[in-house]
């Protein structure tokens, strides 16, 4: 191979998910965040989305590694399976040899198990990996063991991971009960121009280069518009460009080895390939002047009529919750610890509930979705949040507050009634 040839001590880029290798982007860094918080948290039930090739399965090989000796866990990979073959497919994870059990027996047993372990001061954690190919039934069954519990907790952690469709599966009506149960989602996204260079620089440095320039800096912009970012299209791309690179005798990756490999490949620009983008662009376009650093709305935060901070809010998501980690903290025991979420488009913003425990209110109604309107007020128990909707074309008219600047005014008027009613409503014991 070539990594005589390039001084490598390694293959830099393998498609298999290998740890050592993992480069942490802030988006799977989040990621890997939330998979850590199935074991902090005796209710944890993650759910991971994204793109083929995006590094879910690498997270999660990282993540296992990371684990400590008193997490017990089953991984499984196969999920083109009847209820029976999953609950079966589990137990042989654990250790059991279950195949000529009934299904009672097999739920019988691992409900045993799952109340030994817990007894014996052990986590047990379940990991789905190619998700969105489980049936209904299958996830009705992940459901039901998910409520396995003792006197005080929960015994089960799970982390389903998939690619997007898993989002639209659980998003349909007859999946309630288990996104009820569900205490975070995430969605992992491709990498950017930046990381993408990152990306290929990081798995060069573990693979021996010590800093060697092996890809030219002018290459980085092309592989990320044939890649879109995509972790396991880079590889193959890079990979491809240094195997040609060595039949030339070429020490270093140029335009000219890079658009070999690319004719060898016979990629077009991502783009125009991907029907998924595709569709999104038709589905959701983005005018052209709206850029990640674009002020697209805002948040005004109070606590009872009072101003706290205000928040710009630009292309992509915000989360709130009560722990550190959260985008905007509200420290408060009304607010879980990841409490809600606004994700924000250049159409608009969209409020998502994250199971909190004492809800989200919109107009003195619990809302799990809203797509949130220039002035909606938005109630987390006695704290209120005003939307202001800088893309509206209309001009809001202004208001003897506004200008004054006192939009802790307008928030007190507008949610008097529902932080009343949040007053008297007690929080349910350890909000999540």
């Given at each position: ?31 890997k ?28 090989e ?9 997490v ?6 196969q999920?083109?399976v ?14 059991f040899s279950p195949?000529k ?8 047993t691992?409900?045993?198990?799952l109340v ?26 992940i459901r039901?063991?998910?409520g ?7 015994v089960?952690r ?23 149960r569900?205490r ?7 990498l950017?121009p ?5 990306y ?10 010590h800093g060697?320039?092996?890809f030219a800096e002018?290459?980085?912009p ?9 972790p ?13 690179a060595?039949a030339l005798e070429e020490t ?7 658009k070999a490999a690319?004719?060898e ?8 390939r ?7 662009l038709i589905?959701a376009?983005?005018?052209?002047h ?6 697209l709305a805002r948040i005004?935060v109070a606590?009872?009529?009072?101003r706290?901070?205000e ?10 919750g009560?722990?550190f980690?959260?985008d ?6 009304f607010i879980s610890?990841?409490?809600?979420q ?9 409020l998502?509930d ?18 949130l309107n220039?002035g909606d007020?938005?109630?987390l ?15 809001r008219?202004?208001?003897?507050a506004?200008?004054t600047?006192?939009?802790e005014?307008i ?10 009613d ?10 999540n």
């Amino acid at each position: 191979m070539y990594l005589e040839h390039f001084q490598l001590t390694e293959l830099p880029f393998r498609l298999s998910p290998d740890p050592a290798f993992l480069y942490l982007s802030k988006h799977h860094a989040r990621a890997k965040a939330y998979m850590e918080s199935t074991i902090w948290f005796t209710d944890g039930f993650v759910v991971i989305t994204g793109e083929i090739g995006s590094g879910k399965t690498t997270l999660i090989e990282t993540f296992l590694r990371e684990l400590e000796k008193d997490v017990v866990v089953a991984q499984v990979a196969q999920t083109q399976v009847s209820p029976i073959e999953f609950l079966q497919a589990v137990l042989v994870q654990f250790g059991f040899s279950p195949f000529k059990m009934r299904k009672a027996e097999l739920l019988a047993t691992l409900n045993q198990f799952l109340v030994e372990q817990y007894a014996a001061g052990r986590k047990v954690l379940l990991i789905v990996d190619e998700a969105q190919n489980l049936s209904g039934r299958v996830l009705e069954e992940i459901r039901l063991l998910s409520g396995v519990e003792t006197t005080k907790e929960k015994v089960l952690r799970i982390i389903l991971a998939g690619q997007p469709e898993l989002s639209d599966r659980l998003d349909a009506p007859e999946m309630i009960q288990l996104v009820q149960r569900v205490r975070l989602r995430f969605h992992l996204t491709a990498l950017s121009p930046e990381d993408t260079r990152a990306y290929v620089l990081h798995r060069l440095e573990v693979a021996g280069s010590h800093g060697r320039e092996i890809f030219a800096e002018d290459t980085f912009p092309v592989i990320f518009r044939y890649t879109g970012g995509v972790p396991r299209l880079v590889n193959t791309l890079c990979d491809t460009a240094l195997m040609g690179a060595y039949a030339l005798e070429e020490t270093r990756i140029g335009m000219t080895e890079l658009k070999a490999a690319i004719a060898e490949l016979r990629w077009v620009e991502f783009a125009s390939r991907t029907n998924r983008m595709r569709s999104a662009l038709i589905a959701a376009p983005v005018p052209r002047h709206v850029g990640p650093e674009d002020v697209l709305a805002r948040i005004i935060v109070a606590h009872s009529g009072e101003r706290i901070e205000e928040r710009p809010l630009r292309l992509g998501r915000l989360i709130i919750g009560r722990t550190f980690d959260n985008d905007l903290q509200v420290d408060s025991k009304f607010i879980s610890r990841h409490h809600c979420q606004i994700i924000t488009t250049a159409e608009g913003s969209m409020l998502e509930d994250l199971n909190s425990t004492n809800g989200v209110y919109v107009k003195s109604k619990r809302v799990r979705k809203h797509h949130l309107n220039d002035g909606d007020v938005i109630v987390l128990g006695k704290h209120e949040i005003m939307y202001l909707d800088e893309r509206s074309v209309r001009t809001r008219e202004q208001s003897p507050a506004e200008a004054t600047g006192d939009h802790e005014i307008i928030v007190e008027d507008a949610a008097r009634d529902e932080a009343e009613d949040n007053n008297d409503r007690a929080p349910a014991a350890g909000a999540n």
